[in-house]
């Protein structure tokens, strides 16, 4: 995991991440493919869009009370 979050985090030559972190490059590109594929079968289940007006109401609403609230704590 840590090698697809440094490189999905830090996006650069496979094969410099790698060197960091004493890997090959196959085996950063393997990682990262794997992981991503894993987060994609799973994206339906984790993943929620609002898909109705009143949905989409209630997040804007909790949006800017999220915001109000940051910005009381400033």
Request: proline letters at 1%; one cysteine or more.
């Amino acid at each position: 995991m840590k090698i697809c979050l440094r490189c999905l985090g830090d996006p650069g030559y496979q094969q410099g991440i790698g060197q960091k972190l004493g890997v090959s490059q196959a085996t950063v590109s393997r990682t990262v493919d794997r992981a991503v594929n894993s987060i994609f079968a799973q994206s339906n289940e984790w993943i929620k869009f609002k898909t109705t007006n009143h949905e989409l109401m209630e997040a804007k609403l909790c949006g800017r009370a999220c915001i109000n609230f940051r910005q009381q704590l400033v």
